[in-house]
């Protein structure tokens, strides 16, 4: 049997029960047409790109697949027609990895870390704004706008347009 990673969106208004329905609900196919389902990482609810059906937000969904081709076939054409599912997409691959995704490696690593305030600069020591010269800017020559060095003088009335030269 073929290896499949599948990932798929649903719609931000459902709640985490109807998604994992959802998931349920698609493990059912593929385990009917001979297929298995390994992991299933929920990704949490997280902002899209672009708006996708007037959907700001999606929820994300992974599930490692072991199928034939045809049971993943009807697993996506059932969430084609499914209004929840807003985008999915399946990747064949070799073989299927060892413990957490790169997404959840990433949350774990965050939480670990800490926040954004308490990072260690390492040698570069603490940050420091005021050494900047924020003056005249005297490295630079003073802007200019075209030839005219910024003022272009008086407008000439354009002949033959209505409310020009008579």
Aim: aromatic fraction near 6%; charge should be neutral; include cysteine.
């Amino acid at each position: 049997m073929a290896l499949y990673e599948h990932v798929f969106l649903a719609r931000q208004d459902l709640s985490q029960q109807q998604v994992d329905a959802l998931v349920e609900q698609y493990k059912g196919v593929i385990s009917a047409n001979g297929g298995s389902v390994g992991r299933v990482e929920n990704w949490g609810l997280k902002s899209l790109t672009y708006r996708v059906n007037k959907n700001r937000k999606a929820y994300y969904t992974l599930m490692d697949l072991s199928c034939p081709p045809a049971a993943l076939n009807e697993m996506e054409r059932q969430m084609g027609l499914s209004e929840d599912v807003l985008r999915f997409l399946t990747v064949k691959v070799e073989a299927h990895e060892e413990g957490p995704s790169a997404m959840m490696q990433k949350r774990e690593e965050r939480s670990e870390r800490g926040g954004f305030g308490d990072r260690d600069r390492g040698d570069r020591g603490p940050r420091s704004f005021g050494d900047r010269d924020r003056g005249d800017r005297g490295d630079r020559p003073p802007r200019s706008f075209g030839d005219a060095g910024g003022d272009r003088g008086p407008r000439r009335p354009r002949e033959g347009v209505e409310g020009g030269a008579e």
